[in-house]
């Protein structure tokens, strides 16, 4: 059965501006695949997909503040309804 998910950025994180959707939507995704770029003002980083599934929407747009729980875009996932978790953010270089 499937089930949606909301990517969103990990609490414990400071807040990011949004770059560049790297995923459009409509596009399959895999588990730890790099789905957008983010940046804090100095470096940037990509946001890794934490479950494998189908991005059906994004949220954001370029240079939009992304805050810690704010939701960027919804997944569709295949099997039981499981907890995702939210994703950290992955310095580039």
């Known amino acids: 059965m499937p089930f ?5 950025i990990a609490t414990e994180e400071p807040s ?4 560049q959707q790297l995923v459009p939507a409509g596009s399959l995704v895999g588990t730890g695949q790099a789905v ?3 940046t804090d003002g100095a470096m940037e980083f990509h946001v890794p997909a ?3 599934g189908l991005l059906v929407e994004w949220f954001v747009e370029h240079g ?3 805050e810690n729980g704010d939701s960027m875009a ?3 996932c295949e099997g039981e309804l499981v907890a995702v978790p939210a994703a950290v ?3 580039l270089g």
């Open 4 to 8: 949606l998910y909301e990517l969103k």
């Open 16 to 19: 990011y501006t949004f770059v």
């Open 36 to 38: 957008c770029t983010l």
């Open 50 to 52: 934490p479950r494998q």
């Open 64 to 66: 939009a503040v992304i």
């Open 74 to 76: 919804r997944i569709v």
């Open 89 to 91: 953010p992955m310095r």
